[in-house]
Structure formats: C-alpha cells, structure tokens
C-alpha cells in the first residue's frame, strides 16, 4: 500500500511518500524549486520523490491532502461576513486565487498525480498525525499549536494505538501563532519566517511589556485558553498584522525591515516569548491531567520555538517529550500519509513504544528525519571533474579525524553527505561546521558566510552520551528543537562591566568554554548526536573529542540568507565559492578554497538576497 501525502498553497509545501506504513521519503519544494518557503503545488519535489524511491506514479494507492479546503474558505468568507465592511480590499485580493485554483485542489491534485483517489484531512490533524504516529510512544498528549488551518488555530488531545481524541480546540481569530507572529511583524521580521528570529532576539530584551500584553492583547485562562482582543490587530480584516492602536500600545511604528534593531524590539521579544511560554505551560498541565499520560508529543509551527519545549521539558510536567521536526505546513504532507494509513486504512500501529532493555531510550520511526534525496559518489565526481575542481578522496577511515583537525585549526566546512534533511534544521548532512571553542567563530560564520544578522546564535551538535556534561539537561534532542542552558562550570566569570551591557552590545562577552554557541542569556539549541542513527555525522565529532577533549561543534544549515538549504553537489559548491567558507566535504570528496579564489568571492550576488 503506497500513499502520498501533500501540503500546498499556503508555505512550505510538499510530498511524503509511504509504503506500508514507512516513511519512504519527505522533502519540501523550496529545496528543488530554490523559492525559500515556496507555497506552490510541488511538482519538482513529488518528480524527485518518484525518482529517487523508484516508485512510479501509478503505484500509488491513494494521495492524502493536508487540510480540508472548503473549510478553509467557509472561514475566510464567514470572517469578512462577521466584520463586513471591514476586510472588503483584503478579501477581494483573495478571491480571485481561490476561484482559480484553491477551490479547484482536487482537480489539481488529479492533473498532477493522475491518482483518482484523493482524501482530504484536516490541517490539524495532519499536524497531530505528525507528531503522534512516527512518535515513540504508544500512548501520549497531544497539542498542535500555529497561525491557523481552516478554523482550528489550538488543539489538544490524547493519541493512543492508531487513533487520535481532539478533545479541546480554539478557533480563528483567536491565535497564539498569529499573536507571536503579530510581534514578529511589528518588530520588522517576515511573517512565517521571522519567528525564530524574534525567538533569537529574546534574550538581548527585558520583559517590560508582558502586563501590557495580558492587560490589552490576550486573555488567558488557567487551563490556558485563551481570546485575543481583536482591537489591536488587522491580520483577521487586512493585509498587515497590527494596526495603528497597536502601535499607540507600544509608542512607537513598526520598524522597517533591515534597519537597525531597536531596544523596544529586543523588550518586545522578550515580553512576547514569555508570554508565549507561560500560556503553553499552562496548556500542557491541562492536557497533562486531561489525558492522564506521561508523554507529550507537539507540532505546528509553534512547536518549532525550541526554548518554550525546552522549559516545558525542564517543568517536568510530562515525563518525555517528543516533537515532530518538521512541524510546520511541510510536515502536513507527512501527517496527512500517515493519517491515511492508520486513520482511514485502521492499520495497527505496533512495537518500538517500550525503552530499549539496555539503554533505556525511545527510538522513533523518523530515521533522523533524513528522509530528503542523497547524491551518488559516482554523480559527485562526475560533477567536479566536469567543471575542473580540484579535490582529493578522503578514505572512510581517514575522514572524520582530517575534519576534525581541520576544525581544530579553526577551519570551516560545509559538509554534504547522505540524504537531505526534512523540516528547516539542518542535522548534519547538508550542515556547516566549525569549533565551538572558537571566540571569533560565531562572527565569522554570521558575517562572512551566512551573511545574516549578527545577534543571531548558532546551535551545537554534541555526542549524544556527552550532552549531560556540558549542558544542564540531558534528554535526547536529535531534531535541534530544544533549548538547554550551558551548564554553570562550563561559564566564564562576566566582569560588572560586561553584566552592565545591554542589548546587542551583550554579543561581545565570551559567556563559556563553548562561546561560539552560547547565546548571551547562556542557552544553547542543542543537537545530540546518535552514533546509531548519524554515523558519519557522530564519527566526525567523536574525532574532534578524542582531539580536543571538546564533544561540541558548531552546526548551522548549508545555505545563505534568503535562500534554501542547499539540495544538490552544485548548489552547496556555489555556496561554498561565493562565502568565506574554508573547505567543503562532498560524501568523501574533500575541496580546498584557494587563497586566491577568496579575492574573487561574489559578496554582491549574495547580498541581493533579504534577510528574511
């Protein structure tokens, strides 16, 4: 039995492939069609997904659509019914593009697939399907939380076998996504990209405006429901976030994007991101006595914001957490297969739910979510000798130690090895690495190849067993989606003049023995490596270890800002020619940049691209 899963026409889309229950395959649009958060029906990516696997289109059994469109639209046009005449413009853009083809997915789907049978699911419930079917655990609470699906903005239920009980949901307008995503707004990020930027730009603000949020923006209960005062926002009537009564609120006009950050921004962020952890505490006790279990499982793109899972886990209001790494729209594609085949097939959903006997740990049906397209040697070599780049073959039991040394002596390399990753984290086979213990390193690396902004940190890669040592907590984060804090004899003592900094000054002290990855409030995204589940990933660090006695390194996505990661053996060489990077590792294929190549790196052509 063969489904294919698709998101589409919002962001993010893509194509999941299943066999029998498997994850065959994941991977979103953006990575083939290099339109970063590409919304368009994803061709390229189901084209690759056929490739790649082997399976031809008339092997699928059925397509499972990600969210159920006439619900979609019942909401839009019952929203401008309820603030008529307000939202009239607003409305009026977006019914031409319903009419011309988001009423009309099903026909869409069938020219594309030529698959006659095609079911729709709800938007959230592909999300709680994401996150509780490739989960390790046979019974567990679920919460889905983002900007909206067809009305569902929140929901909360219990998962056990292969079914799933929504028992609580809040409906559009009243959103805690779109809430966080108002600020990103205001702050001058893009909406639907930005909000981990805001999430990054916490720490450098005080919290000084979380009782003008809960006195002026949202009411929340101690079950944490909750109802926004629409007063203050235009995203439900127009085609901005926040209105003019918002920004009276804070005293000040949204800032322009790619001006300077202001204080009022950075205490925004914080304010924002309390909030926004004290409301999802509070919805995780309800669900934690509502279900009665022990687990968690999350999606939906406020799952992504790793800091609120992390102090959730610290709370210990659930025993084990686990969350989807796709959360967001590209992780639709993947829910809707599996809703497909236990929901509607009623397929059993068994093993894999106890510790293992020796180690104790869950291990989950995500494959380390590296579920994207890999490249053949015989390809990558065809590749370098076609275009006269000269390389040296690095054999298997060389590799790890040479990056490694490389590394130490405060190199950078962009590693391309296996398949590509599903979901926005990069984990290390289409990554970018260097030495955590480096002071300069986190500059470099912002400054001169990933050409973004200089507050935001970069996350650690660590050896799974060594994580403990290092950082405060020590539950398994494989998927980069949880936030811990450097552990206090790994810190370095601040001067009164360096604690007296503030705002993006505060990004000049060295906080740690690890500074290229410790944020300026002490945390760090943390991704543990599993020997088991990463080999070629893990060999490489555990190299720099035996080196360095350091089991730490720097880990950010293979791209440049404005654009995807890198997909192919040319797209990650051109990353790697137009930045300051040092080497790069393609599988075993190891590429020096010549000093005289670094005077002719194209800073223009990538400085054309947005922030966002």
Known sequence: MIILGISAFYHDSAVCLIKDGEILYAAQEERFSRKKHDDR????????A??????????VDFVVFYEKTFLKF???FSTYSHFAPKGLHSFLKAVPVWFKQKLFIKQVIFEQTKCEKIYFVKHHESHAASAFFPSPFKEAAIITVDGVGEWDTTTIGKGSGNRMDIRKTIHFPHSLGLLYSAFTYFNGFKVNSGEYKLMGLAPYG????????????????????YRLNLDYFNYHTGLTMTNTKFNALFGAERRKPETPIRQLDMDMAASIQWVLEDIMEKMAGYARKETGCENLVLAGGVALNCVVNGKL?????FKNIWIQPASGDAGGALGAALY??????????DGGFSPDEKTGKYSDLQKGSFLGPSYSEQTIRAFLEDNNIKYKVLPDGELPEKIAELMDNEKVIGLFSGRMEY????????????????????????IKIKFRESFRPFAPSVLEEEAGNFFDWHHPSPYMLLVYDVREDKRTTLSDQEKDKIGLDKLDNIRSVIPAITHVDYSARIHTVNKEVNPFYYNIIRAFFNRTSCPVIINTSFNVRGEPIVNTPAEAYKVFKNTDMDYLLLENYLIEKQDEERQHIDYEWIKTFPLD
């Open 41 to 48: 029906f994803p061709v390229l990516a189901l084209k690759n």
């Open 50 to 59: 056929y490739e790649f696997t082997g399976i031809k289109p008339e092997q």
């Open 74 to 76: 019942d909401r839009l």
């Open 206 to 225: 005080e919290p000084r405006y979380v009782q003008t949020i809960y006195d002026n923006l949202i009411d929340v209960k101690e079950d944490g429901s």
């Open 313 to 317: 886990l610290r709370k210990q209001i």
């Open 340 to 349: 497909g085949w236990y929901c509607h097939l009623d397929n059993p959903r």
């Open 423 to 446: 979901g926005p984290r990069a984990l290390g086979h289409r990554s970018i690495i260097g030495d955590a213990r480096s002071e300069k390193m986190q500059k470099i690396m912002n």
